[in-house]
């Protein structure tokens, strides 16, 4: 199953949407529109609340479902517009919800983790208005969590910017 994570804000309108539809044209995937879900920031109840689940093992909770997702996908696409150097809010408390130890990684002895997830490859697709520099610091950090808690060894990465540059200015 590929799972595509949408965390374009501007519903239909969104350049970057449209961009990752023509992407997945020939494959069928579970989409998840983050800013259309009920996800919350994790606070100190969340936290707490999800430390005592962990500990016991219990991963019912409703809580657990992005993650349980993510863990069972075979491919993870990512479409997030590219905002103030990185993307959009929704993105990273998405990644705050799927990040479970016992669930989506373990970690090891020595500290190190141990991914719990399915997905090899990961493509992250963003848009801009103005250019994106070589350095995108939400790829980068999406790129870095992947291969660190969910070891994907396998990244593509699909952009189009200078949208909104009119004249050549």
């Not at 993510?70 to 990644?95: G, M, N, T």
């Not at 808690?149 to 004249?167: L, M, N, V």
């Amino acid at each position: 199953m590929v799972l595509l994570i949408d965390a374009c804000v501007r519903g239909e309108h969104s350049r970057t949407r449209e961009l990752a539809k023509c992407y997945l044209s020939d494959k069928e995937y579970m989409r998840v529109a983050v800013a259309e879900e009920d996800l919350k920031p994790l606070d100190k109840s969340r936290l707490e609340k999800r430390q005592k689940l962990i500990e016991k093992g219990d991963f019912s909770d409703d809580m657990f479902k992005y993650a349980k997702q993510f863990a069972q996908a075979d491919e993870i696409v990512i479409s997030a517009p590219y905002w103030d150097l990185s993307f959009p809010a929704y993105l990273k408390i998405y990644i705050e919800n799927i990040c479970v130890v016992g669930l989506t990684f373990d970690y090891l002895s020595d500290g190190t983790s141990k991914t719990r997830c399915k997905a090899k490859k990961l493509t992250y697709i963003t848009t801009a208005g103005g250019v994106i520099p070589e350095r995108n610091f939400g790829f980068d950090y999406v790129k870095a969590v992947a291969e660190t808690f969910f070891e994907i060894s396998e990244f593509e990465y699909i952009k189009a910017e200078k949208f909104d540059i009119c004249g050549g200015r």
